[in-house]
């Protein structure tokens, strides 16, 4: 960008107000033409765009270069018609109001090419949505349809605009385009019946005729050939090369559909157009009277088809015209003269109003329905000045539009601002410039201008002729230095002026007009009953064009001329209210060439369009000046002393804010009421600051809001939190009382229980003893006896569960015996037999049998292997049953012996080693004797006849209760066993007795007592 502003600006001078040479109009000219011929076509007057027609296609207006300018301060790029379409919409953003561009220029200048420029800059640039979107492309295509039907190929322009145009696009406060609303001035209708040579008439009818679909041209009754039409081939030119009629018929087709015609309209449209064109056509004979008669040619019958009207009334309407004669109306026939003119008039009203129509119609589908406030960009594009050979009332219409615009600029510019400065008391020295109010006022003061001369011929009775009219203009203006006839002018002016012409020197040069046809245009008179005719229309756009409100001829509408002059008062009225904004569009030359720069016409142009003087104001003058109040209101920011409230004056605050911001003393002025900036940079300058001031004030008042949001959110919250703690606290406070109520209650029922607990069942206790029964049977179930023999192991029962507990216990018991027994082997079973019938011999007899229970008894206490074989050979048909050593005491001394005790099934030995020192058959055991204390003795009784054989055995065995039990069973004799206390006598051999004492003692102690007893003592528990 940097790049090619540097490359630019090495082209002459891109703001006219940097020229060094600003008064001389050469300078001025050569930097146009320098430029020019390097297709910078732009160049700025400070705000103000020059721009000069390049007459072909520059790779200016792409998207790209629209991204560029988009939001780019207006000088920081090269002057581009983008550049100046995005001030406007900033500016207008900024301060929300209202403006107007407005683009001049004599035909074929390139306006009508600027506007639309602006507009496409706004279609992209502008945001969108997919309803703006649609809006936008109704804006865009509004265009093409307006243009083939307003639009002609003149001599000056192949395109040029021969109505005047005022849009406004409507903007939302967030810059969208929301909508947009059409005014149009003022159509040049006599092009419809006639063109000069070398012009066409309105674009549409060569498009229809050119691009129409096959069925169309069928339908409407036209063909392919504009030389079939007279209304198309007065100029004689019906084909141009730079025009594509086929290809714009296709954009306006597409257009009227995305405008929103509907298919009727769009048939009743071009119903039109084609009746125009047949309209055209009819020709008319002369009877034998001279009155004009049909040819009853074709035409009538598609004119009646595509109007809808009866070809009879059509043909009556087309001949005869309505007179009123005293009380009744007469129809009075038509001259062929008078029929063609008749016929002419009706071709034209109708082309002209369905173009009114057309202009409501896109301002229908334009408009924005929503009431809220919008600021609107107005676009002006009007036919620019013109002059031609032969210059008639269209022109002269025209002219003096352009004349009123270049009165509104100077107004506006060089009047207003000089007058401005001197109100302000700003030092100033005055620019002269040339102000043509003088020509306006020459054309439309009231009863001394030229329109009121027109319609005051118009409307006298008599007979009034275009003549008439110019002699009463010579009357009246003579002497004026703007206006000048072959009557008034000097011998050498005479020359150049036919009879029939005026002369008006306009602000942009000499116009002749030729003043034939001036009274006729401006009546536009149209018969009553032609009227009538087209009321019967069945086309709809007709007849809602010829509507039967309209006022008939009985009072006289307003004169063309005076219309007009209206609509441009109101046009200025529009205009004022808005800020103004100006495109200067120039013409290079009067060929449509590219590259070629008439010297001689720019110059020209320059001057009229009061270009230098424009250019030595804002020299001398300043860019930008606002009132104190509104500068200090949007800049106040900027200074800590005026912001946020400035308590002073308006006009203070604004000095102390420029000091502030540095501005040099030759940068600014301050008026009256306003100040004045002298450059735009300045300004520019100032904006930017501002811009970077407001997103920091943006971004701290955001924070503020953000804050103040927050901290409301955080209060909303915190109250919600704290009502949500109250009704949570509150719940669970009632929860707890519940809880509590219930406790207290189940307490007191417990206490009641307990205190009634051992009363019979009854409402009271009945839950504490169900409580008492669970308590004790889920502890008990946990704490029960590990085994059968653990007999202590059992739960206290609470006085209400003592017969359960018992029968428990019992059946626990029961349970664990029964587990018991299941586990027993036969082995142990038998052993337990053997235990039980210990038991039965010794339990409560003998001391210390309660230590022996748990001594399990085995099968014998000596293995086969000990027992010498000998003794094995000797006894082993007798089978042993059990072994175990014992101590003998000898009978006799009761000296101590180891031996084996050996029991077979059917005697008792006594081994030592190999030999059998006694042998006790069990039939001769008499009985066996143990002390009831805890000692380990045993004495065998024997039967002892015989006095060889050997008498009792008195025995010591440390399995005793095991060795007894073995014998009991082994010999049958479970009854032999006698338990003593004291003494025991025995048998030393028959006859002789021994005795063993038994007694308790401090220890366990054999001996032989004094007595010649054997004395044992044995202690009392635990003396095993
Ligand atoms: N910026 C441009 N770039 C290329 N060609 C242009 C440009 N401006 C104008 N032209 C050419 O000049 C022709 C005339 O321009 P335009 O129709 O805008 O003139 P105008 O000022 O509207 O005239 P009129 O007053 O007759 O309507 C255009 O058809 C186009 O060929
Ligand atoms: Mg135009």
């Given at each position: 960008m940097e790049g090619s502003l540097t490359a630019r600006d090495r082209?002459?001078?891109?703001?006219?107000?940097?020229?060094?040479?600003?008064?001389s109009e050469s300078a001025f000219l050569d930097n146009l033409r320098k430029r020019f011929h390097e297709n910078l076509i732009y160049t700025y007057i400070g705000t103000l765009l020059v721009s000069v027609n390049p007459y072909k296609e520059l790779d200016i207006y792409s998207k790209k270069q629209m991204d560029i300018y988009m939001?780019?301060?207006?000088?920081?790029?090269?002057?581009?018609i983008y550049a100046l379409a995005d001030n406007v919409y900033r500016t207008m953003l900024a301060e929300f109001n209202h403006h107007f561009i407005l683009i001049s220029g004599e035909?074929?200048?390139g306006k009508t090419e600027a506007s639309k420029k602006i507009l496409q800059f706004y279609a992209v640039s502008c945001p969108s949505t997919k309803l703006l979107d649609n809006v936008r492309d109704r804006l865009l295509l509004s265009n093409p349809v307006l243009e083939a039907f307003g639009n002609a190929k003149t001599l000056k322009n192949d395109?040029?605009?021969?109505f005047g145009k005022y849009m406004d696009i409507q903007f939302d406060h967030q810059g969208a385009a929301v909508g947009g609303h059409i005014l149009s001035y003022l159509?040049?209708?006599?092009r419809v019946v006639h063109q000069n040579h070398g012009e066409r008439n309105f674009h549409i009818f060569y498009q229809l005729v050119e691009g129409g679909e096959e069925d169309l041209l069928r339908w409407l009754g036209l063909?392919?050939?504009?030389?079939?039409y007279s209304y198309l081939v007065q100029g004689d030119c019906?084909?141009?090369?730079?025009?594509?009629d086929k290809t714009d018929w296709k954009t306006v087709r597409k257009a009227l559909d995305v405008i929103d015609f509907s298919e009727s309209n769009i048939e009743n449209l071009f119903g039109i157009i084609a009746s125009v064109l047949h309209l055209g056509n009819v020709k008319f004979e002369a009877d034998h009277r001279g009155y004009a008669v049909l040819n009853n040619s074709p035409e009538i019958h598609w004119l009646s088809k595509l109007l809808g009207i009866p070809a009879q009334v059509l043909q009556k309407g087309l001949t005869h015209r309505k007179i009123e004669a005293k009380t009744e109306e007469v129809l009075s026939p038509f001259t062929v003269e008078h029929a063609v003119y008749a016929r002419d008039a009706l071709a034209k009203a109708i082309y002209g109003r369905t173009f009114t129509w057309l202009v409501n119609k896109i301002n229908e589908s334009l408009a924005?329905?929503?009431s809220s406030r919008k600021t609107v960009i107005g676009l002006l594009d009007i036919y620019g000045f013109e002059v031609f050979h032969v210059n008639s009332f269209e022109q002269f219409c025209i002219n003096y539009c352009n004349e009123k615009l270049q009165q509104l600029f100077i107004e506006l510019t060089l009047k207003s601002e000089q007058e401005e400065y001197e109100m302000e008391g700003i030092e100033w020295e005055p620019v002269p410039y040339f102000n043509n109010k003088i020509i306006c006022d020459l054309v439309?003061?009231?009863?001394?201008g030229i329109i009121s001369i027109l319609d005051e011929e118009c409307l006298r009775?008599?007979?009034?002729?275009d003549l008439t009219f110019l002699e009463k203009l010579e009357g009246t203006?003579?002497?004026?230095?703007h206006f000048v006839t072959h009557k008034l002018a000097d011998q050498k002016t005479r020359k150049t002026l036919e009879r029939g012409d005026f002369r008006l020197l306009h602000y942009a040069g000499e116009v002749t007009y030729c003043v034939v046809g001036f009274l006729d245009k401006n009546n536009d008179l149209l018969y009553r009953n032609i009227k009538e005719v087209m009321r019967q229309s069945k086309n709809a756009i007709v007849k809602h064009c010829f509507p039967s409100s309209e006022p008939d001829s009985k009072r006289r509408p307003e004169t063309v001329a005076t219309q007009f002059k209206a609509s441009l008062v109101g046009l200025a009225e529009i205009l004022m209210t808005k800020e103004p904004w100006y495109v200067r569009c120039l013409k290079?030359?009067?060929?449509?060439?590219?590259?070629?720069?008439d010297d001689v016409l720019v110059r020209h142009q320059v001057k009229y369009l009061g270009l230098m003087e424009h250019l030595r104001v804002r020299r001398a003058g300043f860019a930008y000046r606002r009132r104190y109040e509104v500068f200090l209101q949007r800049y106040?920011?900027?200074?800590p002393d005026t912001w946020?409230?400035?308590?002073?004056t308006a006009a203070e605050g604004v000095e102390l804010l420029v000091k502030h911001l540095g501005y040099?003393?030759?940068e600014y002025k301050l008026g009256r009421t306003k100040i004045f900036i002298r450059h735009p940079r300045t300004l520019f300058a100032t904006e930017d600051a501002f811009e970077i001031c407001k997103h920091e004030l943006a971004t701290r008042i955001q924070a503020k809001y953000k804050g103040y949001r927050e901290k409301g959110n955080f209060l909303k919250q915190k109250e919600a939190a704290t009502k949500i703690e109250n009704c949570w606290r509150g719940l669970k406070a009632r929860k707890e009382r519940e809880k509590r109520a219930w406790a207290v209650k189940v307490i007191k029922r417990f206490i009641k229980g307990f205190m009634t607990r051992?009363?019979?069942?009854?409402l009271d206790n009945s839950e504490y003893l169900a409580f008492v029964r669970q308590n004790y049977l889920t502890r008990l179930k946990d704490n029960?006896?590990?085994?059968?023999?653990?007999?202590?192991?059992w739960l206290t029962p609470p006085p209400i569960m003592q017969e359960t507990s018992q029968l428990l216990k019992a059946l626990y018991t029961r349970h664990m015996v029964r587990k018991y027994v299941r586990g027993v082997t036969p082995q142990k079973k038998m052993q337990l037999q053997l235990k039980g019938l210990t038991s039965s011999m010794f339990k409560g007899r003998k001391e210390n049998y309660p230590y022996s229970v748990c001594r399990p008894f085995v099968?014998?206490?000596?293995s086969e292997e000990d027992i010498h074989i000998k003794i094995l050979q000797t006894i082993r048909h007798e089978r042993i049953k059990y072994s175990a050593p014992v101590v003998k005491y000898d009978r006799n001394g009761f000296r101590t012996r180891f031996r084996q005790l050996i029991f077979t099934q059917t005697a008792a030995y006594l081994v030592e080693e190999a030999k059998v020192k006694q042998r006790v058959e069990y039939n001769a055991l008499k009985g066996v004797s143990v002390s009831n204390?805890?000692?380990?003795f045993l004495i065998l009784h024997v039967t002892c006849e015989d006095i060889k054989k050997k008498g009792d055995l008195v025995l010591q065995c440390d399995f005793l209760f095991e060795a007894l039990t073995k014998l009991c069973v082994v010999a049958n004799?479970?009854?032999?066993i006698k338990v003593v206390q004291g003494s025991v006598r025995f048998d030393i051999q028959p006859g002789r007795e021994g005795f063993v004492d038994f007694k308790s003692g401090q220890e366990f102690m054999v001996y032989r007592a004094k007595n010649g007893h054997l004395m044992v003592e044995s202690t009392k528990a635990k003396s095993r």
């Open positions: 082209v002459g001078i891109q703001d006219f107000v940097l020229l060094d040479a600003y008064t939001g780019v301060n207006f000088f920081e790029l090269p002057p581009h035909s074929g200048a395109n040029s605009s021969r159509l040049e209708k006599s063909e392919r050939n504009c030389q079939q019906a084909k141009v090369s730079s025009i594509n924005n329905k929503d439309e003061e009231k009863y001394r009775p008599g007979e009034a002729t203006m003579g002497g004026h230095p290079p030359n009067d060929g449509k060439q590219p590259g070629r720069f106040k920011p900027l200074c946020p409230n400035w308590k002073g040099k003393p030759n051992n009363q019979p069942t009854c029960l006896p590990k085994s059968v023999l653990d007999q202590n192991t099968d014998t206490r000596i204390l805890s000692d380990n004799k479970q009854n032999c």
